[in-house]
């Protein structure tokens, strides 16, 4: 199958799992392992476009989580 045509293992907007950071750092692209929960697929790998910035945020717990904002 296509993944290019298809789309079938895009999950645009939906919450994923995400399994490793392969690679994060301001100027570079974001590079990682996610858990689409798709049967026959144990995991895809996924890279955007330079990442801008990297700031620190709290979830609703206090626990710090990072949000990376990357160009379009």
Known sequence: ????????????GQPIELVRLLACSV????DVLINLRVSGVLVARRRTTEVLSIQPV???TG???????TSL
């Open 27 to 30: 100027g570079s692209s974001l």
């Open 58 to 60: 709290e979830d609703e």
């Open 63 to 69: 626990d710090e989580l990072m949000i990376l904002l």
């Open 1 to 12: 199958m296509d993944m290019t045509v298809d789309g079938s293992l895009r999950r645009d």
